[in-house]
């Protein structure tokens, strides 16, 4: 068996709904439906909330991680989505991932790259 | 003001000693370290081992974030280190810290990604 690599997207992208970059609970709500909708498991969270708005949040999968920095004062975010291949194809669930994102923060996306490693 | 754009370095190396990509113990160790050298604000962190061995472990950081998955099996891991440049220049540093991470790891290099976002 050799390592199969996983897909991993990194976007920013830009919102006209930067209230929701600036507190994290409404997207703690979101990443669990999304770690529900695509049979994820998570392993452990960090969410963090900064004083002046915006936060910081990674979500720990087995099939490695999600990620979100948000900058509301510049309506927006970097976030990241990196599934293995280990047990089964993901590269879809990936995308499927960045889209939802996409949809959810109503984002417009400013730069992207899907490397696969 | 404008938005500045952090460095992200993501990379897989691999490494004669898979013993350290077995468990996370000596690496949490290693990872706090970076932190303290490097004068970087954790917010939260995970580590999770996995029965068969091999770890996953995210540090969130007000920088962003450093993550790690390790296949010891396959003798490899995957990195990130992602510091915004939010109140400094950062970008140095993401190159220190990877520097770091080959040497504690004994890792060479597989693949590099360099991405300003």
């Not at 507190?23 to 452990?44: C, E, H, T, W």
């Not at 889209?99 to 992207?112: C, N, P, R, S, W």
Request: proline letters at 3%; aromatic letters at 14%.
């Amino acid at each position: 068996m050799h390592y199969k690599p996983g897909l991993h997207i990194l976007a920013t992208f830009n919102t006209p709904d930067s209230a929701k970059l600036n507190a994290s609970a409404g997207s703690r709500i979101f990443f669990d439906d999304i770690v529900n909708k695509y049979a994820l498991q998570k392993v452990g969270e960090v969410y963090h909330d900064f004083e002046g708005g915006g936060f910081t949040a990674v979500v720990c999968l087995t099939e490695s991680h999600l990620s979100i920095h948000t900058w509301p004062e510049y309506s927006l975010a970097t976030f990241d989505v990196f599934l293995s291949n280990f047990r089964q194809e993901n590269d879809d669930k990936v995308r499927q991932i960045f889209d939802d994102v996409l949809k959810f923060y109503e984002g417009t996306t400013l730069q992207i790259s899907e490397i696969k490693r």
